[in-house]
């Protein structure tokens, strides 16, 4: 059984910060990482994605990964009131269907 | 492009009724997935399409539970004798036939069984 893992939260952070959400996974041959937002009441959309270990960014949005601490995580910069969401990292094993973890409420609060 | 579209997006039945939903994709998508979602929680995979073939059922899939996908463009999601267990948002996405890649979701269809 593949499995994600992700802290429920919430991540309550000021505006203006930096958020920092983390996610471990168990498959050990994962290649690829993907992180979605989530607004209350709305479905999934697709923020990031990251293939290599190290840093990349988008914008105000940086993924990191380390393969060997199976280990990704999600760093938002600047953080605004508009951010705040349910981040769910997704990800893919066999025939690339995507195991999603339960997700981290994040606040910004002003 | 419009968007990967379900329907009904809500559902309110009595237990023991059938319900079906259904999902049209994005056009030139050939990969078709059910996931379902409850409260504070992820989605949860339930079954997947590579055009009209069932690739993958969740092993934690009821029988109760069938889905189809004639000719690969819609599908249908059938839940039959429903339990109140069974109330969730089910979403459907759709993505390219090119190895990993970035999932797009329907609004969803939510299901209250009373």
């Known amino acids: 059984q593949k499995e994600v893992e992700q802290n429920s939260g919430p991540l309550s952070v000021p505006e203006g910060a930096i958020a920092s959400l983390n996610c471990t996974y168990s498959?050990?041959?994962?290649?690829?990482f993907f992180w979605y937002r989530q607004y209350s009441g709305k479905s999934p959309e697709l923020i990031m994605f990251i293939y290599s270990n190290g840093d990349k960014e988008d914008g105000r949005f940086t993924a990191q990964l380390n393969k060997a601490s199976q280990y990704v995580s999600l760093l938002i910069r600047d953080s605004q009131p508009s951010d705040s969401a349910t981040y769910l990292c997704a990800v893919p094993g066999g025939s690339y269907i995507p195991t999603f973890g339960r997700g981290t409420s994040l606040i910004v609060h002003p | 492009d419009t968007g990967v579209s379900q329907n009904p997006r809500h559902k309110i039945t009595k237990r023991g009724q059938n319900v079906t939903f259904r999902c049209d994709p994005i056009s030139e998508h050939n990969r078709l997935y059910w996931y379902r979602q409850t409260l504070g929680q992820g989605p949860e995979f339930l079954t997947y399409?590579?055009?009209?073939?069932?690739?993958?059922k969740s092993r934690l899939l009821s029988d109760r539970f069938s889905a189809e996908r004639p000719k690969g463009s819609f599908s249908t999601l059938e839940i039959q004798r429903t339990e109140q267990g069974d109330s969730a948002m089910y979403l459907c996405?759709?993505?390219?036939?090119?190895?990993?890649?970035?999932?797009?979701f329907g609004e969803g269809s939510r299901l209250t069984v009373l």
């Open positions: 996405a759709s993505s390219r036939d090119t190895g990993p890649g970035e999932l797009f």
């Open positions: 498959d050990r041959g994962s290649q690829s």
């Open positions: 399409f590579q055009n009209e073939a069932q690739l993958e």
